[in-house]
């Protein structure tokens, strides 16, 4: 899967648009002039959510009523056009021009992301690090994405019903109803229980193997465990019977709370460097190499069941690795996924000229660098104007505004 | 900008009432009304009348009726030991289309849902209970739509039909025909393998 052409309007400062090659993919330039705003638009065309922001409507420019982020995508030798529309209060999806609903919408463009904001899943709620999981496990099967929003509608009309329940004079009169939400609960819980354990187990599998990525990064060995909250009450083997058992077990304590108290939203992911919780113990740049490993293990077990590269963003790469490490993990993506990657520093989009597509980002438009390497698909939206001005070594005009 | 005229506004306010019909569409439905010939809107007034004088609910099974006890409540022609349970009216209609039922209906006007205010009480449950002691019913069929809401509603029934000692059964969940297999949740394909038919 490539994303081979981006277009996008009324998107934060973003203006025009911006074509790929199926490699690396640079975008450089001064801070504040939109490098991680195209980095973001790739993401959120890809995942419909943003990793800088959980309101969409941000991203709506100043002076207009809605964004719109358009992109082709090639997959074999089928392009097709992917776009998203962002408005004050809703946002909508269409694949070729027909609007679609989300679970259609996505895994036509597979989008992991490594920036700042990200540091969360390492040091922030445990709630990043679920998402974290499932990020990945719905990359790898779609279908869980139901599960979850399954899970969630049954959760939130649980805890309206708890809700209720805490503050009636009766509230036994309420429990036959908790139990009828409880019964899926469990169904529901243990497909999301055992999904993300083995999501996990298998990203455990990939790390042990990832010697070459231990190299990159360091010595520490990264490892990772799902941590179930109900750990230590039962047979996590056969959660779904343990999970029955808890919720009946603590069923007058959720009516007196008023809200679930059990379940799988209430998990965690331990992130462990040489056996010791990273969060806690490793330094910031531990923290990222941490973090970086996780990312390329999602990478490759995506590779693994799609036997195709999904899309992987680095924002900001200097600011996180230095020369030699940037170096390794760029080599280490090469063929496995088509990298994004935003820098300030001039430099590092000099030296990966010769390989990657580079663009320079001023005032929100992305002008593409002559003389870098034309890594394009043939027939895919080959972008002419900038190669014919590819000789006299200067930058291009932009070809859109 | 200045308004419709009173009668136009008041139109579009009362269309805009109804489930799914936004300010905008209730604006374009207001317009084709305004435009329509005067035959095309009397008939669609006469129809509105219609149905709030002649249709009343079923005193038995709550479906919607002209009669009561409604057609299906009376007829000779069904089978009298089974009860099956549905949310709206209309998916008794998509039941009764399929001609495989043969049996009685219940019609629940709705489903459990906390967020929508909607609990037991709300439901249509009393006269079932009610129906259950009178006649000799020996199969009780879960038909409530396979949503979540559905699902509760199946579940809760199920609890409180279960000391009656009828069988209970609930119709196949899987996955709905027309639509991706790739995109159904892990339940559901679950439940749509287990309970899988040999052909
Ligand atoms: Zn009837």
């Known amino acids: 899967m490539l994303l081979t052409r981006i277009e996008a309007s009324g998107f934060r400062n973003l203006e025009g648009f911006a074509q790929f090659g199926s490699g690396l993919n640079i975008f450089y330039g001064d801070n504040a002039q939109g490098k991680t705003n195209w980095l973001e638009a790739i993401y959120i065309l890809g995942n419909t959510k943003s990793f800088r922001t959980s309101q969409l409507r941000e991203c709506i420019a100043f002076d207009q009523q809605q964004a719109v982020l358009r992109g082709e995508t090639l997959r074999g030798s089928t392009t097709k056009q992917i776009q998203l529309l962002i408005a004050e209060d809703s946002k909508q999806l ?89 019964e899926q609960l469990v169904e529901l819980g243990a497909a999301i229980h055992d999904q993300r354990a083995s999501y996990v187990e298998r990203m455990n599998q990939v790390l042990d193997q990832n010697d070459h990525g231990r190299a990159i990064f360091g010595a520490e060995r990264i490892t990772v465990r799902y941590r179930s909250q109900l750990e230590g009450k039962g047979d996590l083997d056969n959660y779904a019977d343990l999970f029955g058992e808890r919720l009946a077990l603590r069923l007058t304590a959720e009516i007196a709370a008023g809200h679930s108290l059990i379940g799988p939203h209430r998990d965690d992911l331990e992130i462990m460097s040489d056996g010791r919780e990273v969060s806690r113990y490793g330094s910031a740049g531990q923290q990222r190499s941490a973090l970086l490993l996780l990312d390329l293990a999602q990478v490759s077990i995506y590779n693994s069941i799609y036997e195709e590269s999904p899309v992987l963003l680095i924002d900001d790469i200097d600011a996180e690795l230095d020369r030699g490490r940037i170096e390794a993990l760029l080599s280490e993506l090469e063929g496995r996924a088509q990298t994004f990657v935003s820098t300030s520093r001039r430099a590092i989009a000099n030296r990966y000229r010769d390989r990657a597509q580079t663009h320079r980002v001023e005032r929100g438009q992305a002008v593409r660098e002559t003389g870098s390497y034309d890594g394009v698909f043939v027939g895919a939206g080959f972008d002419n104007d900038a190669i014919d001005q590819a000789d006299d070594g200067s930058m291009s005009k932009p070809t859109a505004g | 900008m200045l308004d419709y005229a009173e009668p136009v506004t008041k139109l ?71 009860i099956l349970i549905v949310e709206e009216p209309y998916n008794l209609v998509t039941i009764e ?75 196949a969940m899987g996955v709905p025909v027309g639509s991706d297999l790739e995109y159904a949740d892990e339940v559901t394909m679950h439940k749509a393998l287990t309970n899988r038919i040999e052909l």
Request: hydrophobic residues 35%; glycine residues 6%; aromatic residues 6%.
């Open chain 2, 12 to 82: 579009i306010d009362e269309l805009q009432k109804m489930p799914g019909v936004g300010a905008k569409s209730a604006q374009r439905l207001a317009f084709h009304i305004l435009r329509a010939e005067r035959e095309e809107t009397d008939r669609l007034i006469e129809a509105i009348q219609e149905v709030k004088d002649k249709i009343i609910f079923c005193s038995t099974c709550n479906n919607i009726t002209d009669v009561d006890p409604c057609r299906y409540c009376t007829s000779p022609g069904r089978d009298r030991r089974a």
């Open chain 2, 97 to 171: 289309k399929t001609r495989e039922y043969r049996g009685l209906y219940h019609v629940l006007h709705g489903a459990l849902s906390p967020i929508r205010g909607i609990g037991p009480d709300q439901l249509k449950i009393k006269n079932l209970f009610e129906r259950l002691r009178v006649e000799e019913v020996e199969e009780i069929i879960l038909a409530t739509n396979p949503n979540t809401e559905g699902e509760a509603t199946a579940n809760y029934l199920t609890k409180l039909l279960k000391p009656l000692g009828m069988r209970i059964t609930r119709i």
């Open chain 1, 94 to 182: 269409f694949i070729n021009g027909k609007r679609e609903a989300l679970t259609r919408y996505l895994g036509n463009l597979d989008v992991f992301a490594f920036s700042l904001e990200e540091m969360d899943v390492i040091r922030g709620e445990p709630g990043q690090r679920r998402r974290f999981i499932d990020r990945g496990a719905v990359a790898v099967s779609p279908r869980f994405l139901n599960t979850l929003s399954r899970y969630n509608q049954v959760i939130k009309q649980k805890n309206r019903l708890l809700g209720e329940a805490s503050q009636s004079d009766n509230p036994a009169q309420y429990i036959s109803q908790v139990e009828a939400w409880n």
